[in-house]
C-alpha cells in the first residue's frame, strides 16, 4: 500500500510539470548547399593565417596584439569565473562532511539560591548527501559545463576578431603610407611646374594666369598631406591601443603593393557550422539553457536528502562523554508552491528558445559574412583591374597634354586636368589595393581563421 502510495506521488509531481517543451523548428540553422560567390579555392584554413600575408612585421603586430590586448584579457577571465561556476555545480553533487566543535559554559541560580557554574562541550562530525534521484543536480551541472564551453569559444571569437583588426589595421596603416609618399611625389612634381611656370611669367613666355593655376595646384595637393599625416596618426593610436600599449609609433614591413593576395581555401557552408567559434558558442549557449531548463523541471520532484552525524558530548555534570549520533533521511516534495515552480520553468523553457534563435541567428550572420567577403574579393578585383587601366590611359594622357602645351598646342589647363585625373586615379589604386587585402582578411575572419574546437 505504501509503494502504491509512493508511486502514486511521484506521477502526479511528475505530471505536475507537464509535457518537457521540444526546441522550436524554425530555430534550426538551414545550411544553403554552395556559396552564391565565386569560389577559387576550397580546404582547411591555417590556424596562423596571417603569416601567409608575406610580412613578418604584419606577423608580429598580429602576435603581439593576441598576447597583450586587454579585450582577450577580458575574455580569459570569463573562462576562468565560468570554470569557477562549473566547480560550483559539480561540487554540489558532491557529499558534504561538517565538523562541529561547540564549547560552553553557562551561569544560572540553583533551586537553593545558588550559582551554578557548568561547563561542557560537543564535538560532532555531520554527513549529508542529495541523491539527486531526479537529476535535478547533475542538469544544472551539464549547463554549466556548457556554460564554460560557450565561455572558451568565446574567448576564441575574440582572440580571432582582434586578429583580424590587428592585420586590417596594419594593411590600413601600410596603404595610408602609400598615400602619403604618392602625395608627397605630387607636390615635388607640382612645385617643380610651378617654378617653371613662374619663370616662364616672370620672362613674358607664359600669362600670369599659369603661373596662379600652377600655384592652385601645387597647394591643392599640399593641403592633402597634413590630413593624411594625422590619419597615419590616428592609425597608429588605434593599433597602439590594440596592442595593450600606449600611443607610439608602428613599425613597417613591406610596402603595400608588395603584399600578396592569395586565394583563401573556403569551406562549404554546411561545414563552416563547425569552423567558427562564435557559432560554437550560440551552440553552448543552447546546450547550456536546455539542462537548465531540465535541472528546472526536475524542481517537482521530491529532493530526497540521507544525513549521518555523530560525536560525543562532555560536561562538568557528567561522569564520563556521552556518545551522540543521529541517522536519517528526508524527502522534501512540493505541494502547493504558489505556482513559482511552473513559472521558474516557464521562464527556463522560453530562455532555451531565445537560445536557440539566437544559435540560428549566428549562423545565418556567419554565412552572409562569407557571402560579403566572397563578393567584395571578386569585385574588387574587377574593380583594380579597371582602375589600372584607367590609370595607364591617364598616365598617356598627361603625357600628350605636356607635349601639346610645351608645343603652344593647347593651354596649361588641359596639362592641369590631366594631372588631376591622374592623382585621383593613383589614390584610387591605393585604396582599392588595401580594398582587397583586407577583404582578403575579412575572409580569413568569416571563415573561422582555421579555428577548431579544443578537445575536453
Not at 548547399?33 to 565565386?38: E, N, T
Not at 597634354?401 to 591622374?422: N, V
Request: charge should be neutral.
Amino acid at each position: 500500500m505504501r509503494r502504491t502510495l509512493a508511486g502514486g506521488l511521484l506521477l502526479a509531481l511528475a505530471a505536475c510539470a507537464g509535457p518537457r517543451p521540444s526546441i522550436p523548428a524554425d530555430a534550426l540553422p538551414d545550411p544553403q548547399p554552395s556559396w552564391r560567390g565565386q569560389v577559387q579555392a576550397e580546404g582547411g584554413l591555417d590556424a596562423q593565417w596571417w603569416r601567409g600575408l608575406g610580412d613578418p612585421v604584419l606577423a608580429a603586430v598580429v602576435e603581439q596584439a593576441l598576447a597583450n590586448n586587454v579585450d582577450i584579457a577580458i575574455a580569459a577571465r570569463r573562462v576562468e569565473e565560468a570554470r569557477a561556476q562549473f566547480r560550483l555545480a559539480r561540487g554540489q553533487e558532491q557529499p558534504e562532511l561538517v565538523g562541529v566543535l561547540q564549547p560552553s559554559k553557562s551561569r544560572t541560580v540553583s533551586a537553593f539560591g545558588k550559582p551554578l557554574t557548568q561547563e561542557g562541550g560537543v564535538a560532532q562530525l555531520s554527513f549529508s548527501y542529495d541523491l539527486d534521484l531526479f537529476g535535478r543536480l547533475s542538469s544544472a551541472t551539464e549547463a554549466a559545463r556548457a556554460g564554460l564551453l560557450a565561455s572558451q569559444a568565446a574567448h576564441d571569437t575574440v582572440r580571432l576578431a582582434v586578429a583580424a583588426a590587428a592585420a586590417s589595421g596594419y594593411v590600413t596603416l601600410r596603404s595610408l603610407d602609400a598615400r602619403l609618399s604618392l602625395l608627397r611625389e605630387t607636390v615635388a612634381a607640382r612645385a617643380e611646374s610651378l617654378r617653371v611656370a613662374t619663370r616662364r611669367a616672370d620672362n613674358g613666355y607664359a600669362p600670369s594666369l599659369e603661373r596662379q593655376q600652377a600655384e592652385a595646384e601645387f597647394r591643392a595637393a599640399e593641403q592633402l598631406i597634413p590630413g593624411t599625416e594625422l590619419a597615419i596618426r590616428r592609425q597608429e593610436d588605434a593599433l597602439s591601443l590594440l596592442l595593450g600599449e600606449p600611443p607610439r609609433g608602428i613599425a613597417r614591413g613591406q610596402v603595400l603593393d608588395a603584399l600578396p593576395l592569395q586565394r583563401v581555401p573556403v569551406s562549404m557552408p554546411s561545414e563552416l557550422l563547425r569552423r567558427r567559434p562564435d557559432i560554437a558558442q550560440a551552440e553552448q549557449q543552447l546546450v547550456a539553457a536546455d539542462h537548465a531548463l531540465d535541472s528546472a523541471r526536475a524542481a517537482f520532484m521530491p529532493k530526497v536528502q540521507l544525513g549521518i552525524s555523530g560525536g560525543v558530548a562532555t560536561a562538568d555534570i557528567l561522569a564520563e562523554p556521552i556518545r551522540i549520533f543521529s541517522v536519517g533521511g528526508s524527502i522534501l516534495a512540493p505541494i502547493f508552491e504558489g505556482d513559482r515552480l511552473h513559472a521558474q520553468a516557464d521562464a527556463a523553457a522560453m530562455r532555451r528558445d531565445q537560445a536557440a534563435y539566437a544559435y540560428r541567428k549566428a549562423a545565418l550572420t556567419a554565412f552572409r559574412e562569407v557571402e560579403d567577403a566572397l563578393a567584395t574579393v571578386q569585385y574588387s578585383e574587377a574593380q583594380e583591374q579597371a582602375l589600372d587601366s584607367q590609370r595607364e590611359a591617364l598616365a598617356q594622357t598627361l603625357v600628350y597634354a605636356t607635349k601639346r602645351y610645351k608645343a603652344g598646342y593647347s593651354p596649361y589647363l588641359e596639362q592641369i586636368d590631366a594631372q588631376r585625373l591622374l592623382l585621383s586615379a593613383d589614390l584610387a589604386l591605393v585604396q582599392s589595393r588595401a580594398d582587397r587585402l583586407n577583404a582578403m582578411i575579412a575572409l580569413y575572419q568569416s571563415l573561422g581563421g582555421g579555428w577548431q574546437a579544443a578537445s575536453h
